[in-house]
């Protein structure tokens, strides 16, 4: 059996009622909506909220706050915790880190977060910093560089 063999099963399909055809079918002349109103005309239903002609609740209900889409930034998050298991790499950018899979992909950039402990001194290019990551950083002797 092939797709293209398959068929319905007798009398399960019907066909649609056909309105508004003539006098003969039935269904002419008013096309079973009735004589004249609001609901015998095309287009003519209340939309989903409307309230009987009420001010409706969204626009009852105060605006607030703004969203602020087009000028957002997201960033790809790495913790200090993190990059202490880091063996030394040398200078850490975040290409080092796409190619040692450490963070998955660079959105609109990297970010360093100051969750953990450092003990050695290392060097870091990212294009956002915590002031926590810079203050234990730069503690412990390392660098930190803005891209």
């Given amino acids: 059996m092939k797709i293209h ?83 030394d790499l040398g200078t850490i950018t975040p290409e080092v880190l796409l190619q040692n899979k450490i963070i998955k992909d660079i959105k609109d950039g990297l970010k360093i977060l100051g969750e953990g402990t450092i003990d050695r001194p290392i060097n870091i290019k990212a294009h956002a910093f915590s002031s926590s990551a810079i203050s234990k950083i730069n503690a412990a002797g390392g660098k930190t560089e803005v891209l």
């Fill in 5 to 87: 063999d398959l068929t319905p099963a007798e009398n399960s399909k019907r066909k649609p009622k056909r309105i508004g055809r003539g006098p003969g079918s039935g269904h002419g002349k008013t096309s079973t909506k009735g004589h004249k109103g609001q609901k015998s005309r095309s287009g003519g239903t209340k939309g989903p909220a409307f309230e009987g002609g009420q001010t409706p609740l969204q626009r009852r209900l105060p605006k607030r706050g703004f969203k602020n889409r087009p000028f957002k930034k997201e960033y790809a998050v790495l913790n200090l915790k993190d990059l202490v298991k880091l063996s």
